[in-house]
């Protein structure tokens, strides 16, 4: 499986199945989408920012659901199996993507897998295993939340230095050294600690030295 990335902003998102699961899954979908929560109860969670809504929509109910919010996904987390493959059946000839909760393993195209996710900033890590391990991808997203630490800054600064240095016509093999140069310093890393400021002034020195 090959991970890509979806900008949901602007498009909405259906969830079947207030549980846990759901909850986590709307939480993170809630962030960028309109994000309605469809079912009967709702588990003690945080659900972000979605919409929830008390209903139990049988197998052949659950077309209507999708055809009303017109989703871009479809989140299947009941513990039906019945009502998880017709929401699947009903993203599929909606044109949606879906993500069945209860399943691992391979998958057909437009059938989506959530990986553990880590940000900061606009920088965005993913870990999945095939689905063999869920536990080992949320230990892992853990273990990379302590070492991405700081790494929204750090594309911050370099999306400021890129724009300077196309502005000032500098040729894309320079700017590809002066960019590596930065990310790879641990000066400038540190000094981002200190503020976005003091991080230009050490890229500024780095760069400089560069043809040193
Ligand atoms: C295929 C996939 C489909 C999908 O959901 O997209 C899927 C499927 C299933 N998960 C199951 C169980 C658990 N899932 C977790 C946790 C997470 N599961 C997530 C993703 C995925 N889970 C996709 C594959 C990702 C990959 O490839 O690694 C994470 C990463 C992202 C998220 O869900 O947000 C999130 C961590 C978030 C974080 O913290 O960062 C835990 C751990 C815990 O709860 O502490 C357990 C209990 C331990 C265990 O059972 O292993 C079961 C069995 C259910 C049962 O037995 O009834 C199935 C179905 C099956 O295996 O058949
Ligand atoms: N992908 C993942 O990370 C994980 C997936 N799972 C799978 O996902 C399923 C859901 O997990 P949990 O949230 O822990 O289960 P849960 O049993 O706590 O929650 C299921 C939710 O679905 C709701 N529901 C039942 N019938 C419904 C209907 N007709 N329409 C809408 N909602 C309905 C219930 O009211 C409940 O809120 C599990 O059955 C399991 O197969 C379980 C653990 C982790």
Do not use: C
Not at 49 to 54: G, P, Q, S, W
Not at 143 to 163: F, N, Q, T
Not at 185 to 193: D, F, I, M, P, R
């Amino acid at each position: 499986m090959i991970p890509l990335l979806h900008d949901f902003e602007g498009e909405a998102v259906l969830v079947v199945g207030g549980g846990p699961v759901g909850a986590r899954k709307a939480r993170s979908f809630a962030r960028e989408a309109r994000t309605v929560v469809v079912s009967p109860a709702f588990a003690d969670r945080d659900f972000g920012d979605a919409e929830l809504v008390r209903a139990a929509p049988a197998p052949g109910e659950v077309a209507d659901w999708v055809d009303r919010l017109d989703p871009a996904l479809v989140v299947a987390a009941t513990d039906d199996d019945a009502v998880n493959g017709a929401a699947e059946r009903a993203a599929r000839e909606a044109g949606a993507l879906v993500n069945r909760a209860d399943r691992s393993g391979g998958r057909d195209a437009g059938s989506v897998v959530v990986p553990a996710t880590v940000r900061d900033g606009s920088v965005v890590a993913a870990v999945a295993t095939g689905g063999a391990a869920p536990a080992l991808s949320k230990e892992l997203r853990r273990r990379i939340e302590s070492e991405i630490e700081g790494a929204g800054p750090m594309a911050d600064l370099v999306a400021e230095i890129r724009a300077d240095l196309k502005a000032a016509d500098v040729p894309p093999t320079d700017r590809r050294e002066a960019v590596r140069a930065v990310v790879g310093s641990s000066e400038v890393w540190k000094a981002l600690q200190e503020g976005l400021s003091n991080g230009r002034q050490e890229a500024d020195r780095v760069m400089e030295e560069i043809h040193d």
